[in-house]
């Protein structure tokens, strides 16, 4: 493979996803979701990053991270095998699940970081799964604004910027469709 455009280094922001290979779904039920969080602690959390935001679609993922280690592509190799061989095996199914390796995209600035957390929470409500982002179960969005204790995401870096779990709800649901700076996100379409 080449090499990546974007390098990873220790203590920077990423914004990490991945889509099902041909735009397959790579979650198919409730158990699925959840066994990627886990798997996500298992192999990732602690060592290797610290998760600020996340939203698990049907048919991708999205994961903002602050990363502890410079070895990340090392670390998430075994983390998105565990999870393919354990849906092949579920459904029965060969070959690889999602499309390619992980993206990354470093993320350069607080604006961004702001505006990539708004995207983030915002993506089921953007691909018409649900009408407002705390009906979502796989999203960090319900611990951001305070409807279910969580230990997964790390809020500081984002909830510190706001008055309350209220300002950064009014944050949120106040989105910019047309935002230049997070256009390019848009993997799911």
């Given at each position: 493979m080449?090499?990546?455009?974007?390098e990873?280094h220790t203590?920077?922001?990423?914004?990490?996803y991945n889509r099902?290979?041909n735009f397959?779904?790579v979650?198919?039920e409730?158990?699925?979701?959840?066994?990627f969080l886990r798997l996500?602690?298992?192999?990732l959390?602690g060592?290797?990053?610290?998760?600020i935001?996340y939203?698990?679609?049907?048919?991708h993922?999205?994961l903002l991270?602050n990363?502890?280690?410079?070895?990340?592509?090392?670390?998430?190799?075994?983390f998105?095998l565990?999870?393919?061989?354990?849906?092949?095996k579920?459904?029965e199914?060969?070959?690889?699940?999602?499309?390619?390796?992980?993206?990354?995209i470093?993320v350069d600035?607080?604006?961004y970081?702001?505006?990539l957390v708004?995207?983030?929470?915002?993506?089921?409500?953007?691909a018409?799964?649900v009408k407002?982002?705390?009906?979502?179960?796989?999203s960090?969005?319900?611990?951001?604004v305070?409807l279910r204790?969580g230990?997964?995401?790390?809020?500081?870096?984002?909830?510190s910027?706001?008055?309350?779990?209220?300002a950064?709800?009014r944050f949120?649901k106040?989105?910019?469709e047309?935002?230049?700076m997070?256009?390019h996100?848009?993997i799911?379409?």
């Open positions: 080449p090499p990546r455009k974007v990873f203590g920077h922001y990423y914004h990490l099902g290979n397959q779904s979650f198919f409730r158990e699925n979701y959840l066994h996500l602690r298992q192999h959390m060592e290797a990053l610290d998760v935001a939203c698990l679609m049907p048919n993922y999205h991270v990363l502890k280690t410079d070895a990340l592509s090392k670390k998430m190799q075994p998105l565990a999870y393919t061989k354990a849906i092949n579920r459904y199914r060969v070959g690889s699940l999602f499309q390619g390796r992980f993206q990354g470093h600035s607080n604006a970081l702001l505006h708004q995207y983030i929470h915002l993506n089921p409500v953007k018409g799964f407002a982002p705390e009906a979502w179960e796989f960090s969005y319900r611990e951001y305070g204790d230990t997964l995401p790390k809020m500081d870096a984002v909830r910027q706001f008055t309350s779990a209220e950064y709800c949120v106040a989105h910019d047309n935002h230049s997070i256009k996100l848009t799911d379409e």
